[in-house]
Protein backbone atom coordinates (compact mmCIF):
# COMPACT_ATOMS: atom_id res chain seq x y z
CA UNK A 1 0.00 0.00 0.00
CA UNK A 2 0.89 3.39 -0.73
CA UNK A 3 1.94 6.35 2.08
CA UNK A 4 -1.52 7.49 2.33
CA UNK A 5 -3.70 4.16 3.57
CA UNK A 6 -0.44 3.51 5.78
CA UNK A 7 -1.21 6.19 7.44
CA UNK A 8 -4.68 5.15 8.01
CA UNK A 9 -3.83 2.25 9.13
CA UNK A 10 -2.03 3.82 11.60
CA UNK A 11 -2.46 4.97 15.33
CA UNK A 12 -3.19 8.49 15.87
CA UNK A 13 0.06 9.16 17.27
CA UNK A 14 3.67 10.82 16.41
CA UNK A 15 6.05 7.34 16.73
CA UNK A 16 2.96 5.54 15.15
CA UNK A 17 2.74 7.23 11.74
CA UNK A 18 6.76 7.34 12.10
CA UNK A 19 6.82 3.55 12.53
CA UNK A 20 4.39 2.78 9.71
CA UNK A 21 6.18 4.88 6.94
CA UNK A 22 9.76 3.80 8.03
CA UNK A 23 9.23 0.45 5.94
CA UNK A 24 9.25 2.18 2.56
CA UNK A 25 12.55 3.82 4.21
CA UNK A 26 14.24 1.03 6.03
CA UNK A 27 17.32 -0.14 3.97
CA UNK A 28 20.21 0.39 5.74
CA UNK A 29 18.70 1.95 9.36
CA UNK A 30 19.39 0.38 12.57
CA UNK A 31 15.49 0.34 14.11
CA UNK A 32 16.59 -0.97 17.62
CA UNK A 33 18.06 2.88 17.79
CA UNK A 34 14.17 4.12 17.57
CA UNK A 35 11.47 3.27 20.69
CA UNK A 36 9.27 -0.13 20.48
CA UNK A 37 6.12 1.96 20.00
CA UNK A 38 7.84 3.29 16.36
CA UNK A 39 8.93 -0.57 15.75
CA UNK A 40 5.55 -1.77 16.15
CA UNK A 41 4.25 1.00 13.24
CA UNK A 42 7.21 -0.73 11.30
CA UNK A 43 5.77 -4.01 12.00
CA UNK A 44 2.52 -3.06 11.21
CA UNK A 45 3.57 -1.83 7.68
CA UNK A 46 4.84 -4.98 7.16
CA UNK A 47 1.57 -7.05 7.99
CA UNK A 48 -0.18 -4.59 6.10
CA UNK A 49 1.85 -4.70 2.67
CA UNK A 50 2.20 -8.83 3.39
CA UNK A 51 -1.76 -9.15 3.38
CA UNK A 52 -1.89 -6.80 0.64
CA UNK A 53 0.25 -8.75 -1.92
CA UNK A 54 -1.28 -12.12 -1.26
CA UNK A 55 -4.98 -11.14 -1.42
CA UNK A 56 -6.60 -12.39 -4.07
CA UNK A 57 -8.40 -9.13 -5.20
CA UNK A 58 -5.10 -7.67 -5.88
CA UNK A 59 -3.56 -10.34 -7.47
CA UNK A 60 -6.76 -10.11 -9.42
CA UNK A 61 -6.20 -6.19 -10.09
CA UNK A 62 -2.63 -7.39 -11.65
CA UNK A 63 -3.90 -8.97 -14.22
CA UNK A 64 -5.38 -6.28 -15.48
CA UNK A 65 -1.90 -4.73 -16.16
CA UNK A 66 -0.37 -5.07 -19.90
CA UNK A 67 1.69 -7.97 -19.34
CA UNK A 68 5.14 -5.77 -20.74
CA UNK A 69 4.01 -3.87 -17.71
CA UNK A 70 2.84 -6.33 -15.23
CA UNK A 71 6.25 -6.16 -13.15
CA UNK A 72 5.24 -2.26 -12.21
CA UNK A 73 1.73 -3.44 -11.59
CA UNK A 74 1.96 -3.44 -7.14
CA UNK A 75 3.25 -0.24 -7.80
CA UNK A 76 0.73 1.43 -9.72
CA UNK A 77 -2.05 -0.04 -7.63
CA UNK A 78 -0.34 1.53 -4.24
CA UNK A 79 -0.86 5.15 -5.80
CA UNK A 80 -4.19 4.24 -7.95
CA UNK A 81 -5.50 2.80 -4.23
CA UNK A 82 -4.59 6.04 -2.27
CA UNK A 83 -6.48 7.95 -4.70
CA UNK A 84 -9.65 5.40 -4.57
CA UNK A 85 -9.32 5.58 -0.73
CA UNK A 86 -9.93 9.21 -0.77
CA UNK A 87 -12.72 8.86 -3.10
CA UNK A 88 -14.49 6.39 -0.71
CA UNK A 89 -13.43 7.91 2.21
CA UNK A 90 -16.79 8.63 4.12
CA UNK A 91 -17.10 4.70 3.50
CA UNK A 92 -14.62 3.84 5.71
CA UNK A 93 -14.29 6.43 8.55
CA UNK A 94 -15.99 9.37 10.09
CA UNK A 95 -13.23 11.50 9.96
CA UNK A 96 -13.25 14.06 7.73
CA UNK A 97 -10.41 13.62 4.83
CA UNK A 98 -8.91 16.92 5.53
CA UNK A 99 -9.15 16.43 9.01
CA UNK A 100 -7.20 13.49 9.01
CA UNK A 101 -4.11 14.89 6.43
CA UNK A 102 -4.05 18.03 8.99
CA UNK A 103 -3.69 15.54 11.78
CA UNK A 104 -1.27 13.29 9.92
CA UNK A 105 1.83 16.09 8.64
CA UNK A 106 1.59 17.33 11.86
CA UNK A 107 1.98 13.85 13.90
CA UNK A 108 4.97 13.02 10.81
CA UNK A 109 6.25 16.86 11.49
CA UNK A 110 7.12 15.93 15.04
CA UNK A 111 9.26 12.94 13.90
CA UNK A 112 10.94 14.77 10.88
CA UNK A 113 14.36 15.50 13.05
CA UNK A 114 13.84 11.44 13.79
CA UNK A 115 13.98 10.25 10.98
CA UNK A 116 16.80 8.79 8.15
CA UNK A 117 17.41 11.04 6.11
CA UNK A 118 16.09 10.24 2.59
CA UNK A 119 12.95 9.57 4.57
CA UNK A 120 13.30 13.01 6.21
CA UNK A 121 13.25 14.41 2.56
CA UNK A 122 10.49 12.66 1.09
CA UNK A 123 8.01 12.66 3.97
CA UNK A 124 9.01 16.72 4.08
CA UNK A 125 8.83 16.98 0.05
CA UNK A 126 4.85 15.27 0.98
CA UNK A 127 3.95 17.51 3.75
CA UNK A 128 5.23 20.90 1.66
CA UNK A 129 3.86 20.08 -1.48
CA UNK A 130 0.44 17.92 -0.34
CA UNK A 131 0.76 14.96 -2.11
CA UNK A 132 -2.56 14.08 -1.06
CA UNK A 133 -4.35 16.72 -3.13
CA UNK A 134 -2.95 15.19 -6.37
CA UNK A 135 -3.89 11.56 -5.14
CA UNK A 136 -7.34 12.73 -5.14
CA UNK A 137 -7.69 13.64 -8.62
CA UNK A 138 -7.08 11.64 -11.67
CA UNK A 139 -4.33 13.96 -13.20
CA UNK A 140 -2.92 14.43 -9.82
CA UNK A 141 -2.48 9.90 -9.72
CA UNK A 142 -0.78 10.46 -13.87
CA UNK A 143 1.52 12.67 -12.65
CA UNK A 144 2.44 10.94 -9.58
CA UNK A 145 3.28 7.81 -11.72
CA UNK A 146 5.39 9.67 -14.05
CA UNK A 147 6.84 10.81 -11.66
CA UNK A 148 8.19 7.38 -10.07
CA UNK A 149 8.50 6.14 -13.72
CA UNK A 150 11.50 8.90 -14.15
CA UNK A 151 13.19 7.55 -11.26
CA UNK A 152 13.17 4.20 -12.56
CA UNK A 153 17.29 4.13 -13.18
CA UNK A 154 16.45 1.58 -16.35
CA UNK A 155 14.13 1.98 -19.71
CA UNK A 156 10.82 1.21 -18.72
CA UNK A 157 7.24 1.95 -20.01
CA UNK A 158 5.74 2.40 -16.15
CA UNK A 159 3.64 5.69 -17.52
CA UNK A 160 1.65 3.59 -19.19
CA UNK A 161 0.31 1.74 -16.13
CA UNK A 162 -2.00 4.73 -16.45
CA UNK A 163 -3.63 3.38 -19.37
CA UNK A 164 -4.03 0.31 -17.71
CA UNK A 165 -5.73 1.86 -15.18
CA UNK A 166 -7.88 4.02 -17.25
CA UNK A 167 -9.15 0.95 -19.16
CA UNK A 168 -10.26 -1.20 -16.39
CA UNK A 169 -10.81 1.69 -14.09
CA UNK A 170 -14.74 0.65 -12.79
CA UNK A 171 -12.99 -3.50 -12.34
CA UNK A 172 -10.16 -2.02 -10.56
CA UNK A 173 -12.32 0.28 -8.08
CA UNK A 174 -14.91 -2.66 -7.55
CA UNK A 175 -11.59 -4.80 -6.46
CA UNK A 176 -10.58 -2.34 -3.99
CA UNK A 177 -14.18 -1.87 -2.74
CA UNK A 178 -13.99 -5.52 -2.11
CA UNK A 179 -10.29 -5.40 -0.51
CA UNK A 180 -10.25 -2.36 1.63
CA UNK A 181 -12.73 -3.36 4.53
CA UNK A 182 -11.24 -6.90 4.74
CA UNK A 183 -7.27 -5.30 5.06
CA UNK A 184 -8.82 -2.80 8.35
CA UNK A 185 -10.57 -5.91 9.50
CA UNK A 186 -7.15 -7.98 9.16
CA UNK A 187 -5.23 -4.73 11.02
CA UNK A 188 -7.73 -3.91 13.91
CA UNK A 189 -7.64 -7.99 14.64
CA UNK A 190 -4.01 -8.87 13.21
CA UNK A 191 -1.63 -5.69 13.23
CA UNK A 192 1.33 -5.74 15.83
CA UNK A 193 -0.23 -2.51 17.12
CA UNK A 194 -3.16 -3.60 18.09
CA UNK A 195 -2.36 -7.26 19.77
CA UNK A 196 0.77 -5.55 21.60
CA UNK A 197 -1.48 -2.63 22.50
CA UNK A 198 1.52 -0.90 23.78
CA UNK A 199 1.24 2.82 25.47
CA UNK A 200 2.32 5.11 23.07
CA UNK A 201 4.04 8.62 23.92
Do not use: C
Not at 1 to 26: E, V
Not at 130 to 148: C, H, L, M, P, T
Request: avoid cysteine; charge should be negative.
Amino acid sequence: MNYLAHLFLARPTADSHFGNLLGDFRRGVDINTFGNAVRLGLKNHYEVDRFTDRHETVLAAKTLFHKSRRRFAPVALDIYFDHLLIKHWATFTPQGFDDFREQSFALLEKRLPSMPRTMQLSIGHMITHDWFEDYAREDGIAKAISVVAKRIRFANTFHKSVDDISEHQEEIEQLFLAFFPELIAHIENEGPENKSAPQFK
